[in-house]
């Protein structure tokens, strides 16, 4: 059953950095997709990121487009999401979550989610 940890949340000042990092284990490569998703309160979860784990493709949502980065270590089994110019909008939980996915986007194709880490961007 594959497990997903993410790691590397926490309190940022904006236009502060933070990496994220989820480490994908038993059946790493099982899933297809692997993507970040967040959810602020009182708001539904949002896709963020995600890319192919035997592709070239990345998403991202138009929030983060350009300010965002998600990366793979196939190596390590790990998916990181960089995170610059980080504003005050951003704060939410993110998630990792990995399935076979055809539509990248869309949160109801995705079957394994990590406990998430908290990202606080506050001055």
């Known amino acids: 059953q594959v497990q997903l940890v993410e790691s590397g949340g926490g309190l940022v000042r904006p236009g502060g950095s933070l990496r994220l990092s989820c480490e994908v284990s038993?059946?790493?490569?099982?899933?297809?997709?692997m993507g970040w998703f967040r959810q602020a309160p009182g708001k539904e979860r949002e896709f963020v990121a995600a890319?192919?784990?035997?592709?070239?493709?990345?998403f991202y949502s138009d929030a983060v487009q350009g300010r965002f980065r998600i990366s793979k270590d196939m190596t390590k089994g790990t998916v990181s999401l960089e995170m610059t110019s980080l504003k005050i909008e951003d704060t939410a939980i993110y998630y990792c979550?990995?399935?076979?996915?055809?539509?990248?986007?869309?949160?109801?194709?995705?079957?394994?989610w990590g406990q998430g880490t908290q990202v606080t961007v506050s001055s």
């Open positions: 890319l192919r784990w035997y592709e070239d493709d990345t």
């Open positions: 038993g059946g790493t490569f099982s899933r297809n997709t």
């Open positions: 979550a990995g399935g076979l996915v055809l539509a990248p986007r869309d949160p109801r194709h995705y079957d394994a």
